[in-house]
């Protein structure tokens, strides 16, 4: 058990060189970074979504965003769309579970406002295609003025048409793909505040 939890390190010390030395996704986190600390400064808000564990990364986001992360500040105006259990179950009740983020972003978003999305899923398999998240990007697409960031693995690249910015890990595999957005969650958390008061 010892050696696959060295094996384990090794590989995700191999992974972060090689994502060190990937200038495009290097640079995406910056651009990402960068229209947040915009939509904040002009008072817009910021919704976040995801399925299952990816779920749990936007409201991860929404909470380092709200309250801090490594330093007192004004708060961010930020929303998971994955929490509020009332919303989440009548609207996959009454009209399915594919419209259960775009129906949310429809009703909350206004120009100047960002939206972010996770997916780590894979679109060879029709029954988790996670058409709620590609139906968001499709609302948020409409909205003039929205702008969009995508958390993807290399199995969701079928979606960097619907973003401006898009974080793509360079793995098919969940696990990985999870671990690397969470990395990615604290460095721009991390970037944002060092703007802000």
Known sequence: MKNKVLDLL???????????????????IVLAAELIKKTVDSG???LIFGNGGSATDAQHLAAELVCKFEKVRKPIAALALTADSAILTAQS???????VFSRQIE?????GD???????????????????????FDMAKSINGLKRVGFFSSRTKYLLG?????????????????????????????????GLS
């Open 44 to 46: 817009g808000k910021i």
């Open 114 to 136: 960002t939206v972010i999305g996770f997916t780590t899923s894979n679109p060879c398999f029709k029954s988790i295609q996670s058409r709620n998240i590609q139906l968001a």
């Open 162 to 194: 619907q973003v401006d910015v898009a974080i793509v890990v360079p793995s098919e595999s969940t696990a990985i793909t999870q671990e690397v957005h969470q990395f990615v969650i604290h460095a721009l958390c991390g970037l944002i505040e060092e």
């Open 10 to 28: 090794k590989a995700r010390a191999l992974l972060y060189k090689n994502l060190e030395e990937n200038s495009r996704f290097v640079e995406q």
């Open 107 to 111: 009703a909350f978003a206004r120009p």
């Open 93 to 99: 009740n009454d009209f399915g579970f594919e419209t």
